[in-house]
């Protein structure tokens, strides 16, 4: 199946976009560990050195143009059988015992066409060892493009918590209705429609669109077949139907035409989103307490500055630039990206700071003004005591301007934490923005539409 030419542009387009957020990123923390900036701390740059291996493992990855398909179930729901069928032959272990896969597995399928795909053949999610399968089932579903949810019936209240689990992965699903062989059309009618209605999650309570459920039988049943000989004797076999698979296969294949560049890329940039994510946390935990030195070094200046200072614009101007200095040195101390995102938001918490010095300004220019006042009006007053009242209120005007003036340094100095932690997913070229960039050109029709319900409230403002 041929795409149009504005499909394979866009795909093509998210594709390149994807590379290049990675190179940049890629570029920046090879960058800090050339510059030193890593290397100043051996345990810092030990940290973090896995994440920035699969920064590089992920990219290599879309250049290799490899979509992962990965499927998850319960144990006995047929997940080897379903890949076994796709791929039209039996690779992956099969049999009546539970727990058959005991570790992921993955064999390649080259279903037409350029399109390479990588099957991952998963152990049931409830099977033993709980927490050790449920950390796999999160790395597995991380690095896949697109999951594959292996039901034979009604869904359960565990395979329903399993695949709101799924979810979080803001990964592409489809479920898959397994064995529907051995039920009746009317009962297989029914529950594909309360399937349509519990595999969407929680989300909004919308269905599934055709799209994101298929109904197969991976591995029929045998039937018995009644056997006519030429002389009359009749007698009776076991014969086992082919596969049937045929619409989960186009169903993948329409998903690949029509998405498939646009599911590597986002994939891409959802790993690279959560690895920066990572560098960013670990380095802020390590430096921590450096970083409240740093934020009280600055609020103690800024708070002696500004009530020392007599000329209320002089202290908005001097706050503003001791606020700027200070988000300098904790990028300087992080060694983390500053964009040009996080920098908007930085300077209006700059601007809302310097609006409450202004404001503590206007109120203590009422107050010495209120002193001088009732000072020059009442009639017999000793001019020593008209002093000491301004001065008075001079000084309370000067220490309620100090104590706005340091808080507001030191919210700063805190916001500018936050900011440099998690902006360094956005920018131009930050996975994040790009992630909102593709989502926003999806067509209605495609299998990636519904993510934009999921990442809706997940990567708003940082």
């Known amino acids: 199946m041929s795409q149009p030419n504005s499909v394979r542009n866009l795909q093509e387009t998210h594709l390149n976009r994807a590379r290049a957020s990675l190179t940049q990123a890629i570029s920046w923390y090879s960058y800090l560990r050339k510059s030193g900036q890593l290397s100043s701390k051996p345990e810092l740059a030990g940290l973090v050195k896995p994440e920035i291996e699969t920064l590089i493992a992920t990219l290599n990855k879309l250049d290799s143009n490899v979509v992962r398909i990965a499927a998850f179930g319960l144990v006995s729901r047929g997940k080897s059988a379903v890949l076994n069928s796709l791929l039209g032959e039996k690779i992956l272990q ?28 998963t152990p049931g999610l409830d099977e033993i060892e709980g927490e050790s399968r449920a950390q796999m ?24 918590q399993g695949l709101l689990e799924l979810r979080k992965a803001q990964k592409p699903l489809i479920l898959v209705f397994n064995k529907v062989d051995l039920y009746p059309e009317i009962d ?5 429609k309360n399937l349509q209605q519990l595999g969407a999650g929680n989300l909004h309570n919308k ?25 009359g004797n009749l007698s009776y076999e076991w014969e ?13 294949l329409n998903i690949l035409n029509r998405e498939g560049r646009s599911l590597l890329a986002l994939n891409a940039l959802i790993q690279a989103r959560d690895a920066e994510a990572t560098i960013a946390e670990k380095t802020i935990d390590s430096r921590q307490q450096e970083a409240e030195d740093i934020i009280w070094k600055f ?24 606020d700027l200095a200070l988000i300098r040195s904790l990028a300087k101390l992080y060694g983390l990206p500053m964009t040009g995102y996080e920098a908007t938001n930085l300077l209006k918490s700059i601007l809302f700071s310097s609006g409450g010095l202004l404001l503590g300004e206007i109120g ?32 309370t005007g000067g220490i309620a301007q100090a104590s706005i003036a340091g808080y507001g340094s030191y919210i700063i100095g805190k916001a500018a934490q936050v900011y440099l932690e998690k902006g360094c997913t956005w920018g131009q070229l930050g996975a994040n923005t790009v992630i909102q960039e593709i989502l926003s050109q999806v067509d209605k029709n495609t299998i990636l539409y519904r993510l934009r319900e999921e990442f809706r409230g997940k990567i708003g403002d940082v």
Do not use: C, H
Request: net charge negative; aromatic share 6%.
């Open 299 to 322: 609020t103690k200046y800024k708070a002696l500055a500004v009530g020392l200072n007599p000329v209320p614009v002089l202290d908005i101007i001097g706050g503003a630039i001791t």
């Open 240 to 252: 086992t139907p082919p596969p049937q698979v045929d619409e989960l296969k186009q169903t993948i």
């Open 207 to 231: 269905p599934l669109l055709p799209d994101e459920i298929v109904m197969i039988a991976a591995e029929p049943a045998p039937i018995e077949v009644r056997i006519e000989y030429p002389d």
């Open 188 to 192: 297989r009618k029914a529950i594909y």
């Open 137 to 160: 089932a999160r790395d597995v579903a991380r690095q896949a493009d697109l999951i594959l949810f292996v039901v034979s019936g009604d869904i359960t209240r565990t395979e329903y």
């Open 364 to 395: 203590s220019n009422l107050m010495l003004g209120l002193g001088n006042t009732t000072g020059g009006i009442v009639p017999g007053d000793n001019p020593l005591n008209i002093t000491v009242s301004g001065l008075f209120a001079k000084l």
């Open 94 to 121: 099969t049999g009546p015992l539970n727990g058959v896969t005991q570790w992921p597995r993955s064999v390649r399928w080259k279903p037409g066409g350029k399109v390479l795909v990588e099957l991952i053949d």
